[in-house]
């Protein structure tokens, strides 16, 4: 049985939605609330592949909230994360993605030296982070859309936001190796990491995200902020492509112009419907079949019988790696959403 942990994209968003989440009483409470709430299982989910293998999984709320993070409500963050994950291993789910801020807390406040979960010994080999499937599906969007608004990717410049991280870099390795794209800006805050990347690829220019914006053809946005940044269109080339793939949304503007396409990142559609309510909560545009590519990863693994932790520690994922899921990822009927 596969597991997704997944969280909301903040107290707003968490209110609105608590009574159908199954957290009637959590509706008017601020973030003092959510901080103490425990993690619940609230959505049973059967999937069916294309190839008419059918398997079961549960949703774990770990009622994480990006707010803890700019609060100070470190702790609360981190007992959410380890908390879901021991919901998760005593129901027994063998392979379990991490989704959104989940992972990026367990790597930031190395969890792994807490493996102790009250009774519950945690077994991190049943977890995956879900992030090489997630690079996949970001690159296979970028490949996909840019030819349609007439941008050569062979000449193109491509800016990676958030270019240091787990998806980032990863991202990164794709468009230099198998893409092949003219020029990669690079962009993150902390600049020794920027220059191990640089030194690693052999490539990319390290750029402010204001100098990026003006320059890039394609801009990929895997950057792990608690809350979208405002951008105009003005200072945008036109045609450009801009593919969000955080969550919480990296983009606070919705930008509305005939040659700029904002895509959703990191977004796959199954061939299939599923029945689950989690996705219609999440706003997901097709609820029963659109998912996060990295939820998506917990499933190929449980279908093709591997269940371990694919993706797993920090800058790790091979293009190679994402071949495999990506091989996948095709195989049991999941598809990148490619319409801006
Ligand atoms: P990481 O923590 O590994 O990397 C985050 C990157 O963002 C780093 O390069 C970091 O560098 C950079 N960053 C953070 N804040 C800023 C900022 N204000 N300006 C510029 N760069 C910034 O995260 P992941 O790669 O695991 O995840 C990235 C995003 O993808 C997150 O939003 C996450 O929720 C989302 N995600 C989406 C999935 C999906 O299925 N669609 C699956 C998993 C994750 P520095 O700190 O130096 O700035």
Excluded at 82 to 92: D, S, T, V
Excluded at 146 to 169: E, F, N, R, Y
Excluded at 215 to 235: F, N, Q, R
Excluded at 247 to 254: R, S, V
Aim: with cysteine; proline share 3%; charged share 25%.
């Amino acid at each position: 049985m596969f597991g997704l942990i997944g969280h909301l994209t903040s107290i707003e968003h968490a209110q609105a939605v608590a009574e159908e989440l199954g957290y009637p009483e959590y509706a008017n409470q601020g973030l003092d609330f959510w901080c103490s709430a425990p993690p619940q299982i609230v959505d049973n989910i059967t999937v069916t592949s294309i190839t008419g293998q059918k398997i079961e999984g549960r949703y774990v709320e770990s009622c994480f909230l990006p707010e803890m993070l700019t609060n100070r409500r470190i702790k609360a963050a981190i007992r959410k994360i380890l908390n879901a994950m021991a919901l998760a291993q005593k129901n027994h789910l063998d392979i379990t993605a991490l989704g959104g801020f989940s992972s990026i807390i367990f790597e930031e406040f190395d969890l792994k030296n807490n493996r102790q979960v009250r009774n519950v010994e945690l077994e991190f080999e049943r977890f995956t982070t879900g992030n090489t499937h997630t690079a996949y599906v970001i690159c296979r969007q970028v490949e996909a859309v840019a030819p349609k608004l007439g941008i050569d990717l062979t000449k193109a410049t491509v800016a990676v936001c958030g270019a240091t991280g787990d998806i980032g870099s990863a991202v990164c390795r794709w468009l230099d190796v198998r893409t092949g794209v003219g020029e990669l800006l690079l962009i993150a805050r902390n600049q020794e990491r920027l220059q191990d990347l640089q030194a690693n690829l052999g490539r990319g220019k390290i750029m402010s995200l204001d100098g990026a914006l003006e320059e890039a053809d394609v801009l990929v946005w895997v950057a792990s902020m608690p809350k979208g940044v405002e951008i105009k269109h003005t200072g945008l080339k036109k045609p450009s492509l801009l593919i969000d793939g955080g969550y919480p949304k990296n983009l606070g503007t919705k930008i509305q112009h005939p040659e700029i396409c904002v895509l959703k990142g990191g977004i796959v559609e199954h061939s299939l419907d599923i029945d689950w309510k989690i996705m219609e909560i999440v706003e997901m545009e097709v609820p029963g079949r659109q998912m996060f590519a990295c939820f998506a990863e917990a499933m190929l693994l449980e279908f093709e019988g591997q269940r371990t932790n694919f993706s797993w520690g920090r800058n790790q994922i091979t293009v190679e790696k994402m071949e495999m899921i990506g091989k996948a990822s095709v195989k049991h009927g999941f598809k990148p959403i490619l319409n801006c």
